[in-house]
């Protein structure tokens, strides 16, 4: 079994189909199939079920595809190992980000590390906490960036590297437009526009609403929606009122369409994770040093 053999094993088993497997790789159609019908004569063992015109992984293939994923992962991770020995003029960073540290407190602070090493590569996926964590555990994420609380794991480095605050946010037709303060006793009064269940916003808002002695269950929730900009979006529609970053409304503060009364505003830590078992590659550590950098600076 070679490594070029498993990668073309993977091609197939995620396109379900040798013809665009072998477009994707740049090899034509028949080597592709000489690979596949090399490894499954090897080990005599069916990797496909030939449905037709279509192909399925028989149960060999599955059991493959998860260990031959893991394979090529630690592979692609040795190259970029001994990539760093010339130094950090080449090579790839792979950064998993929850939406507000990837939306607004990211890019000019990638900007800046771009500036500083041109010849690394920064991949960055945006994605919910659980999911950053598990992608940083697994080996795909070099480094995670999550906000608010994380579940304590012995196989993670977790520590602050940022943070942010919840505000409070009105629009020019809602009746607290010109209310300068805002207990939480107040809160209960008014329809809400909230982000889903389990988004990092929404668990320190709802922690921090139980603390005052809040159920916030007894909230009246006008429209749940999935992001910071429509949210943002439905509170200047008069929907409602919200608790977002304060990051994400510095323009429309400033332009006048939403505004943020006192008394309701939460810290919120933003977090690094990284695998305490795993050497950590130089570029990732540069981005470390360059995101605490740049955090002192701004």
Do not use: C
Request: no cysteine; hydrophobic share 45%; net charge negative.
């Amino acid at each position: 079994m070679t490594l070029e053999q498993l990668r073309i094993f993977i091609a197939v088993a995620e396109h379900l189909h040798f013809t665009r497997a072998a477009q994707t790789l740049h090899l034509t159609q028949p080597a592709v199939s000489a690979a596949i019908a090399s490894l499954e004569g090897e080990y005599a063992v069916p990797l496909f079920h030939r449905v037709g015109r279509h192909v399925e992984l028989a149960e060999a293939g599955r059991l493959l595809l998860e260990q031959a994923r893991k394979i090529m992962k630690q592979v692609e991770y040795t190259q970029r190992v001994l990539q760093e020995l010339k130094g950090l003029e080449r090579g790839e960073l792979f950064i998993a980000a929850s939406q507000t540290i990837a939306n607004y407190w990211l890019p000019i602070r990638l900007h800046r590390f771009h500036q500083a090493y041109p010849g690394i590569h920064v991949r960055l996926t945006i994605d919910s906490s659980p999911n950053i964590t598990r992608q940083v555990l697994e080996g795909s994420a070099d480094l995670g960036l999550v906000e608010g609380k994380t579940e304590p794991n012995e196989q993670l480095s977790d520590e602050e590297i940022a943070g942010d605050h919840l505000v409070l946010i009105v629009g020019r037709s809602h009746p607290w437009w010109e209310k300068e303060h805002i207990t939480f006793a107040d809160l209960t009064e008014v329809q809400w526009v909230v982000r889903e269940t389990g988004s990092g916003t929404r668990v320190l808002f709802e922690d921090e609403l139980e603390l005052e002695g809040i159920d916030p269950h007894k909230l009246p929730i006008a429209l749940e929606l999935p992001s910071g900009e429509m949210i943002k979006a439905a509170v200047e529609a008069g929907a409602g009122v919200a608790v977002i970053s304060e990051l994400l409304v510095t323009r429309e503060v400033k332009l006048g369409t939403l505004r943020t009364p006192e008394g309701v505003r939460l810290r919120r830590p933003f977090r690094l994770l990284m695998h305490r078992q795993r050497h950590p590659t130089k570029a990732s550590l540069a981005l470390v040093h360059s995101l605490s950098e740049v955090t002192q600076v701004l």
